[in-house]
């Protein structure tokens, strides 16, 4: 399956941006879909991921309030709404599918599936 990622831009800390990743073909109920990002310098983090159904969601403690990843069935795209965002929250942001298991979901070695990533650039 391919991944588009796109939204990414430059916003002020307390602002809101809206990420999506469209699939070429569908993920509902067939894998497990996420968000990682890179800031510069540093590995890949785990940030949201999504159930094959929809009815589970992981958040990484950092963004846990802030951050609710979705799913569009009709369009086969994972959305990532990034609220009240923080300078920190600056990094390419990937998307990943994969037929993971539940207790590897913030793994990036678990996901079979890359999108190109979108910048996110918050601004203090």
């Known amino acids: 399956v391919q991944l588009q990622a796109f939204g990414g831009g430059l916003m002020q800390a307390g602002g809101y941006l809206r990420l999506s990743c469209a699939a070429s073909e569908r993920t509902y109920n067939k894998y497990v879909m996420a968000w990682f990002r890179q800031a510069p310098g540093k590995e890949r983090d785990f940030v949201a991921a999504?159930?094959?159904?929809?009815?589970?969601?992981w958040y990484a403690d950092s963004v846990k309030g802030r951050f609710t990843i979705s799913r569009d069935n009709a369009k086969n795209t994972v959305i990532l709404q990034m609220n009240s965002l923080k300078p920190e929250d600056t990094a390419v942001y990937y998307c990943?599918?994969?037929?993971?298991?539940?207790?590897?979901?913030?793994?990036?070695?678990?996901?079979?599936?890359w999108g190109q990533g979108t910048l996110v650039t918050v601004s203090s």
């Open positions: 999504l159930s094959r159904n929809g009815g589970s969601t």
């Open positions: 990943a599918a994969g037929p993971t298991i539940v207790s590897r979901v913030s793994y990036s070695s678990a996901y079979y599936y």
